[in-house]
């Protein structure tokens, strides 16, 4: 393998595949596209993306923007286990001459390790945990999981729920790296008593990110001046649901939908707080809530999964229990109608953003994760 190292001029000779195993954008994706973008700027490591044949075209050219992204046309259901697929995925490795292989979804475990199994030259195996879940604890999987290289736990809270029912000797590495997200230190904004307050969702709209459950808190706050305002795509399965929500909501005329955009950081700073009602537990820190600490925004967000990692609650932000309207309509209550302390829970979260969970820090573990051996 080409793993020269970092020299003085920044360059890594190393090809890195990541198989993207979503046909949509998400969180995943985003994680993958900032990550592989700056090591192709900053280190000139060279990305190969590799998509399921029913991916979304406008995601897969955002990432052809970045690097090659070729189809890979054994990624269904019916192929995740096969064998043949994965010595299909390795003649594909072979082609882009790949060092790498990098995965983050668990669903495509088993094409990676028949696939490194099967590649002309060696390669290394890294995965990625991105849920809160425990891993499962069969002959065959800890058979795949013994072909990992290293397994990235996305958070404390990830590692401590993914690995309980294994035995430690299972993955030859393990190693925690909270997610971050590229963002550069800005001055403060400077919050104001706006007319009406605007409330910032951004995410995918669905029901297990808690977006019908915040309707919900707010028609309770009517009293209040205030909009919502959401950015995000509204999952096929969900839209529906979601637009009969809408319509049948008392709040209706101040909800706007600005659909899916590439320009959050840009609109973040127009808003009051910012609110991450999820479900489901997220699992490395929510590349939302990241955005709104390192851009000062206050933020609310569920108590579940790795939030509590990054937020200390009333200290740099609110935690509320998932699902809980009374709660969030409290808590949403109390920082409208006191921006002077949403100030100074955003000025603490940027503080810790830049302090502990930065991008250049993110980076450099990942390098080391990459040119480990």
């Known amino acids: 393998m080409l793993l020269n190292g970092k020299s003085g001029n920044n360059t890594i000779k190393m090809t890195i595949a990541y198989y993207i195993a979503s046909p949509t954008w998400g969180g995943g994706e985003q994680y993958v596209y900032n990550l592989a973008r700056t090591l192709k700027t900053d280190y000139h490591i060279t990305p190969v993306f590799i998509f399921p044949a029913d991916s979304d075209s406008s995601m897969v050219n955002r990432f052809c923007e970045v690097g090659e992204c070729p189809t890979f046309h054994f990624a269904s259901k019916f192929w995740r286990f096969s064998r043949y697929a994965g010595k299909q995925l390795a003649k594909l490795l072979d082609q882009y001459q790949v060092d790498i292989l990098h995965l983050n979804s668990r669903q495509s475990y088993f094409l990676g390790a028949w696939a490194k199994r099967n590649t002309k030259k060696p390669i290394r195996l890294i995965v990625a945990q991105h849920l809160v879940r425990q891993a499962k604890n069969t002959y065959w999987w800890r058979w795949a999981y013994r072909q990992i290289d290293t ?13 309980c029912e294994l035995p430690l000797t299972v993955f030859k590495n393990v190693v925690m790296v909270h997610n971050s997200v590229p963002m550069m230190k800005k001055e403060m904004p400077t919050y104001t008593a706006t007319t009406p307050a605007t409330i910032f969702y951004h995410g995918r709209i669905c029901r297990e990110k808690g977006v019908f459950e915040l309707i919900k808190s707010l028609e309770s706050l009517q009293d209040l001046s205030f909009r919502l305002v959401l950015a995000g795509s509204v999952d ?25 955009r590439t320009d959050i ?9 910012g609110v991450i009602p999820t479900i489901v537990p997220e699992a490395g820190g929510p590349l939302a809530l990241l955005e709104n600490m390192a851009l000062g925004l206050p933020t609310i967000t569920s108590n579940n999964g790795s939030q509590p990692e990054f937020i200390r609650d009333r200290q740099n932000g609110r935690l509320c229990p998932p699902g809980d309207i009374v709660a969030w309509s409290d808590a949403i209550r109390e920082l409208l109608t006191n921006l002077d302390n949403a100030s100074q829970l955003a000025e603490e979260a940027q503080k810790d953003f830049f302090l502990e969970f930065n991008y250049e820090q993110f980076i450099n573990k990942m390098i080391q994760i990459y040119q480990s051996r």
């Open 265 to 273: 950081n840009q609109l973040i700073p127009q808003f009051t707080i």
């Open 151 to 163: 397994l990235i736990c996305t958070s404390e809270c990830v590692q401590r729920e993914y690995l």
């Open 236 to 260: 096929k399965r969900d839209e529906k649901a979601w637009n009969m929500a809408l319509k049948s909501s008392p709040i209706r005329e101040r909800i706007t939908c600005l659909g899916f």
